[in-house]
């Protein structure tokens, strides 16, 4: 491959080299302008000195924008190349996407699975791309996804807390820490852990156990960064009705961690005016730490009673539920710039337990910001408006 990579953003050509087994330096992206971009309907926040003169600034907050920054994330899923695995130009252009819309964080997910047996060398390689660009990254070490385990056969019988259990999530926080340095703004343990243990009661004392121990690990590595938080990743669905069982758990880290896809559970989109008191549930059950939300979206599938419209209109409405509310929300994740292929999108429901084609595979398929074909869904304007706006602290 060669080791540059060209592509034509929004008219803004960006060259990128580092690409594995290059010499070069990855050069970080500048987002163009600082606007909105993209035909979203959100304008820059970074203060009232953003609005036009004689005009209101959008949000109702936008005079303490400098208090509370937001980082924003777009999981920058590549776009599908039939069934195969997506090129590595092709995962390069979907970063620059969404950088050259003024993205500043970038979640990336693994299973203690994959963590373990892949080593420091394809985390090394993830790092170093991140850290060329500037990018916060949260690391979720999926212990759990949804109702998924994302163990190792040889651990996935053992108790959370087990012996071999322990030394294990030690190590893949070694390897996480060693990797990313001052890179790492965030280590989170799971994802939707609530959903898991629904369906696994019994496991709730040791997952528990192990939670706190984890992450008290994590926080007191040597090499861990300074300002690293540590939590576990709730759904937001299960904080609305919170178990009272999970308090405990809820409690561990210095953040709260929710995974915001509303109506997944169901198998139905949820309205979308519901959405500023989901965000009000979160901030209250993280009793007074901030909230870093590590997944939302929308769905756009007719199936599950979205559509392109809809999914443009949750983007908006969260924009501005979100303005007033930053101080709260110091990360927020958008899932995720493509939508998977048809063979990938049968991967994930199988991991869950579900059927291809059913409710859940049409929810969670449909995320993306562009289809398959590539071409943009309206939300995609209303996400990089939002990116735009929340760039400027």
């Known amino acids: 491959m060669a080791c540059g990579l060209l592509g034509a953003l929004g008219g803004l050509m960006v060259a990128i080299a580092g690409i594995a087994g290059c010499d070069e330096e990855l050069v970080p992206v500048v987002p163009p302008g600082g606007g909105a971009g993209a ?12 609005a036009a003169p004689g005009e209101d600034a959008a949000f109702s907050d936008a005079g303490d924008a400098g208090i509370a920054p937001v980082v924003i994330g777009i999981t920058p899923t590549p776009r599908a190349e039939g069934d195969g695995v997506p090129s590595q130009a ?47 990254v949260l690391f979720n070490l999926a212990l759990v996804d949804h109702a998924a385990d994302g163990r190792p056969a040889e651990l ?17 926080v070694d390897l996480v820490i060693g990797a990313f340095g001052e890179s790492l703004a965030y280590l989170t343990f ?8 629904s369906h696994n ?3 709730l004392a040791s997952f528990e156990a192990m939670a706190a121990s984890v992450s008290t690990y994590a926080s007191e590595h040597p090499e861990a960064p300074l300002a690293l938080r540590t939590g576990i990743g709730f759904s937001a669905s299960g904080a609305s009705a919170a178990d009272p069982s999970h308090g405990n758990l809820r409690g561990v880290g210095q953040v709260a961690i929710f995974s915001y896809l509303p109506g ?31 997944e939302t979206g929308y769905p756009s599938a007719a199936l599950v009673g979205g559509s392109p419209d809809k999914q443009r ?20 994740n958008v899932l995720e710039l493509h939508d998977p292929s048809p063979a990938a999108c049968d991967l994930r429901a199988a991991a869950q337990g579900e059927p291809s084609g059913g409710n859940f595979a049409a929810f969670a398929c449909s995320l993306g910001l562009f289809d398959l074909a590539g071409s943009e869904k309206p939300a995609w304007g209303e996400v990089a408006a939002i990116a735009a706006t929340f760039a400027s602290p």
Do not use: C, K
């Open 264 to 294: 997944l559970s169901a198998g139905q989109a949820a309205p979308t005016g519901d959405i500023a008191s989901a965000l009000d549930q979160m901030v209250s059950l993280a009793a007074g730490r901030q909230v870093v939300v590590q």
């Open 190 to 197: 799971g994802n939707s852990v609530d959903v898991y243990l």
């Open 313 to 332: 209109l949750f983007f908006s409405t969260l924009g501005e539920a979100l303005a007033p509310r930053r101080a709260s929300f110091p990360f927020v």
């Open 39 to 50: 035909g979203g309907s959100v304008v820059m926040d970074g203060g009232t000195g953003d």
């Open 201 to 203: 009661p019994t496991q």
């Open 90 to 136: 092709a995962s390069f252009d979907a970063e620059l996407t969404t950088l050259a819309v003024g993205v500043r964080g970038v979640v990336v997910r693994r299973t203690l699975r994959e963590v373990i047996s892949g080593g420091a060398a394809p985390l090394a390689f993830l790092a170093e791309r991140h850290t060329a660009n500037g990018t916060q």
């Open 156 to 172: 996935s019988q053992l108790a959370w807390n087990a012996p071999d259990m322990t030394s294990s999530l030690q190590s893949a």
